[in-house]
């Protein structure tokens, strides 16, 4: 594996700098690219939490090059943070310096999102209509509407998703995490007694989400 500290700007009118590590197996001629998409920052979310991590690690075992980067305002990166308001720009941002890599394969999108990632994740994806595969990690029902962007006229929602929550996560609606589920034609899987912020559990989700990408269905 290849590691590289990156940076790249968010796609706005401000001049706004993001770090970034991007991971890339070797051996593999323009690997699949990966966007992780780090927790809320008031809850010291950053690329640095354990579960991008090892989401990471096993990712690019599994043969994608991870790209994590730090929203704005958080780590190294400018800017203040938003709340989510903005941060689908940093997103964007992400996916213009994969875009321009010429040994990495964008064209088979992956984005992966824990709980406030998640809810960013998804919103550019679905703006953006450039993301084939998705995994949603312990996405937060409550607090967060999940579904007043889905319903509009130019959503593109990923050809294929899975999503992934703690039975006991203290975010979480059942009711609209399978209504979400649904209208993403998405696979849902719980883990029995996880809470939302999923210690000890890193690498059973990040087996999960990795297994489920290596379908052939999406070649």
Not at 74 to 100: K, N, P, Q
């Amino acid at each position: 594996m290849r590691k590289e500290k990156v940076s790249f700007y968010s796609d706005c009118l401000e001049q706004i700098r993001l770090e970034g590590i991007l991971e890339i197996p070797e051996g593999l001629e323009r690997p699949r690219a990966c966007i992780l998409c780090h927790p809320h920052p008031i809850g010291g979310g950053s690329m640095y939490v354990p579960l991008l991590e090892v989401m990471a690690h096993v990712l690019v075992e599994n043969g994608w090059a991870c790209l994590r980067f730090n929203f704005r305002g958080v780590g190294m990166s400018s800017g203040v943070s938003t709340g989510g308001l903005c941060e689908v720009d940093d997103t964007e941002g992400a996916y213009h310096f994969l875009r321009d890599r010429e040994d990495l394969d964008v064209e088979n999108l992956a984005v992966a999102g824990w709980s406030f990632g998640a809810w960013i994740g998804l919103r550019w994806a679905v703006k953006s209509g450039l993301c084939r595969r998705m995994a949603l990690v312990s996405p937060p029902m409550v607090g967060f509407d999940f579904f007043h962007f889905l319903a509009e006229e130019n959503a593109v929602l990923p050809e294929d998703t899975i999503i992934v929550s703690g039975s006991y996560d203290q975010f979480n609606d059942a009711e609209k995490l399978r209504e979400l589920a649904s209208r993403l034609g998405a696979e849902l899987r719980m883990l029995e007694g996880a809470d939302h912020f999923l210690f000890g559990y890193e690498g059973e989700i990040a087996g999960i989400i990795a297994k489920h990408w290596r379908r052939d269905t999406l070649r």
